[in-house]
């Protein structure tokens, strides 16, 4: 029972880490993009960063538990199926939160300063904003991975994620769900695990937050 406890969290973690780095990289380079085209494309720029917003918002009025369920019926069970669903989930956190941080630092003095010794659009978004951005990031992944592991957790409990045998946080408690009167702790332990990593990962990006946004700070 132990080791797959243990077992089933290094799982959970891992799917939840390849998920949550795909997401990441695809969120933030659409943040980035949309929050700079204007100046990387004077002409249209501007259309690319509503083409990207409509797509972000189309995806937060998605159901995603709905969704990933017909994709699952489609596709078939596979890994790789709950990493693109998972990814697919885990990007559009950041390209909304991103790129109003871009649309912060492009007015701020360092960046004129860049523009005028002639440095390419390019490299002022990757080596003078980019890193202004890297907090904001941070925060948002660290809360971006209790969610992840939640809706993997229900995936799995549904019989759509993790696939047997390996053991899932989520399919161990639906297992144990027909032994609650003999052996609760079999359903008992994997639900407080998925509970106590969801709740202190929130906790964690809450502080994080409160760290690392000067706003908050000054309200202290």
Same mark, same amino acid.
């Given at each position: 029972?132990?080791?797959?406890?243990?077992?089933?969290?290094?799982?959970?973690?891992?799917?939840?880490?390849?998920?949550?780095?795909?997401?990441?990289?695809?969120?933030?380079?659409?943040?980035?993009?949309?929050?700079?085209?204007?100046?990387?494309?004077?002409?249209?720029?501007?259309?690319?960063?509503?083409?990207?917003?409509?797509?972000?918002?189309?995806?937060? $009025?998605?159901?995603?538990? @709905?969704? #990933?369920? =017909?994709?699952?019926?489609?596709?078939?069970?596979?890994?790789? !199926?709950?990493? %693109?669903?998972?990814?697919?989930?885990?990007?559009?956190?950041?390209?909304?939160?991103?790129?109003?941080?871009?649309?912060?630092?492009?007015?701020?003095?360092?960046?004129?300063?860049?523009?005028?010794?002639?440095?390419?659009?390019?490299?002022?978004?990757?080596?003078?904003?980019?890193?202004?951005?890297?907090?904001?990031?941070?925060?948002?992944a660290t809360l971006?991975?209790?969610?992840?592991?939640?809706?993997? $957790?229900i995936l799995s409990? @549904?019989? #759509?994620? =993790?696939?047997?045998?390996?053991?899932?946080?989520?399919?161990? !408690?639906?297992? %144990?769900?027909?032994?609650?009167?003999?052996?609760?702790?079999?359903?008992?332990?994997?639900?407080?695990?998925?509970?106590?990593?969801?709740?202190?990962?929130?906790?964690?990006?809450?502080?994080?937050?409160?760290?690392?946004?000067?706003?908050?700070?000054?309200?202290?």
């Open positions: 029972m132990l080791s797959r406890w243990i077992f089933g969290a290094r799982v959970s973690l891992q799917v939840t880490a390849v998920s949550l780095t795909s997401g990441l990289v695809i969120g933030v380079a659409m943040g980035l993009i949309a929050g700079y085209a204007d100046q990387i494309f004077p002409r249209w720029g501007r259309h690319l960063d509503e083409a990207i917003m409509r797509i972000v918002e189309i995806t937060f $009025a998605v159901p995603t538990i @709905l969704v #990933a369920l =017909v994709i699952v019926i489609v596709f078939g069970k596979s890994f790789i !199926v709950l990493l %693109g669903l998972l990814a697919f989930v885990a990007w559009n956190a950041f390209p909304r939160n991103v790129r109003a941080e871009v649309l912060s630092l492009k007015t701020s003095d360092y960046v004129a300063l860049a523009k005028i010794s002639g440095a390419s659009s390019f490299r002022i978004l990757f080596v003078h904003i980019f890193p202004g951005v890297i907090n904001t990031v941070l925060v948002i971006r991975v209790g969610q992840l592991i939640l809706i993997e $957790a409990f @549904l019989g #759509a994620g =993790v696939q047997p045998p390996k053991p899932a946080w989520g399919a161990m !408690v639906a297992d %144990g769900r027909e032994y609650l009167g003999d052996a609760w702790w079999i359903a008992f332990f994997p639900g407080m695990g998925i509970f106590l990593v969801v709740v202190s990962l929130n906790f964690l990006g809450d502080w994080m937050r409160d760290r690392f946004d000067p706003r908050l700070r000054q309200l202290d």
